[in-house]
């Protein structure tokens, strides 16, 4: 058996070394489950030749790193930036917004994946703990959904849109749920996704968006069609609750809330991402983090 040994505070600690570990570490730029399972096992048979029986997790590193620049000198490049990542000190928050229905759940489920990360928080929940603190009398608002709150606002302005006016003062209670999360992850130095339609670009504090690890995505679907279809997949799950019929009237006022995301994401700077293609948005996402955090230009 092969050990692999850390150091956690001064003391060490060791495991054994496993390839399915290694595999999903080096699945970094969609290679594939089976292909980077080929190259975990190529890792272990060199490990055995050089009849190494205990070696430290940064040798590993080293020896992974010469594997992969004799085999792709861009996946080496790519498994280098995301060990950076990995190794920085600060918490990684990585927040994905839009409107109903573009994909924000499924979308960091699958970048939590990509970069092993452990937690992913929707804001759907932190909403529904509130409805249970703050009663629909003193907020109506969030007790309805984000496209439809404008019905219970108890005097609409006159000066703007009424499902966007809704919208805002749905997502801007929410956001106070959202804020804790990110103070809570960063006092706990927790990496964390935190995804729904309650990410909001501008509605988080400039205090904490300036001072962390933390980077904003917007997604989209640029195609009405498209969005439709996502509600069917969606709603077509045997184990979905939701029902179709109710995104299929809310429909217009879901779009409303979109064009509402895009113009704040223009105004505050965060990545715009029509979400057609998965591999493409995840590709656009990896590639965003790392720029911003480890000063890597697109290695894709
Ligand atoms: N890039 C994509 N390609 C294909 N299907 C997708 C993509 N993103 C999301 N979906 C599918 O669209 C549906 C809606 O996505 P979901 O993540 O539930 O949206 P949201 O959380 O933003 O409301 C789901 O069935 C999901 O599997
Ligand atoms: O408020 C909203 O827009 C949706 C958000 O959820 P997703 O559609 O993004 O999952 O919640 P709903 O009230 O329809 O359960």
């Not at 975990?40 to 190494?52: F, Q, R």
């Not at 209670?173 to 927790?190: L, T």
Request: charged share 30%; net charge negative.
């Amino acid at each position: 058996m092969i050990w692999v040994t850390s150091n956690v505070d001064g003391e060490e600690y060791k495991e054994p070394f496993s390839k399915g570990i290694m595999s999903r570490s080096l699945n970094i730029s969609y290679i594939g489950s089976k292909r980077a399972y080929e190259l975990a096992s190529e890792i272990e048979e060199e490990l055995i030749k050089k009849d190494m029986s205990v070696i430290s997790r940064d040798e590993l590193a080293d020896i992974v790193l010469n594997h992969l620049i004799t085999v792709d000198p861009k996946i080496a490049e790519k498994y280098k930036s995301l060990r950076l990542l990995r190794n920085s000190k600060k918490p990684l928050i990585i927040l994905i917004g839009g409107s109903s229905g573009v994909g924000t759940s499924s979308m960091a489920f699958e970048l939590a994946n990509r970069l092993r990360l452990k937690n992913i928080i929707s804001t759907d929940m932190i909403r529904e703990v509130m409805r249970k603190i703050v009663s629909k009398d003193l907020s109506p608002v969030i007790h309805k959904s984000s496209y439809d709150a404008y019905e219970s606002i108890r005097t609409p302005s006159l000066k703007m849109d009424k499902i966007v006016e809704g919208f805002i003062t749905h997502a801007d209670v929410v956001n106070v749920g959202i804020e804790a999360i990110i103070e809570r992850s960063i006092k706990e130095g927790i990496s964390i996704i935190i995804e729904g339609v309650h990410v909001v670009p501008g509605f988080i504090s400039k205090d904490l968006m300036e001072n962390n690890n933390i980077i904003m995505f917007t997604l989209m679907i640029d195609d009405e069609e498209l969005h439709k279809q996502r509600f069917y997949l969606r709603c077509s799950q045997p184990w979905v609750k939701r029902s179709l019929e109710n995104y299929m009237e809310n429909f217009e006022s879901i779009r409303k809330t979109q064009d509402f995301f895009v113009e704040q994401a223009k105004i505050y700077d965060s990545h715009i991402i029509n979400n057609i293609e998965i591999n493409e948005t995840i590709n656009q996402m990896v590639s965003a983090i790392l720029e911003k955090f480890v000063g890597v230009n697109d290695v894709r």
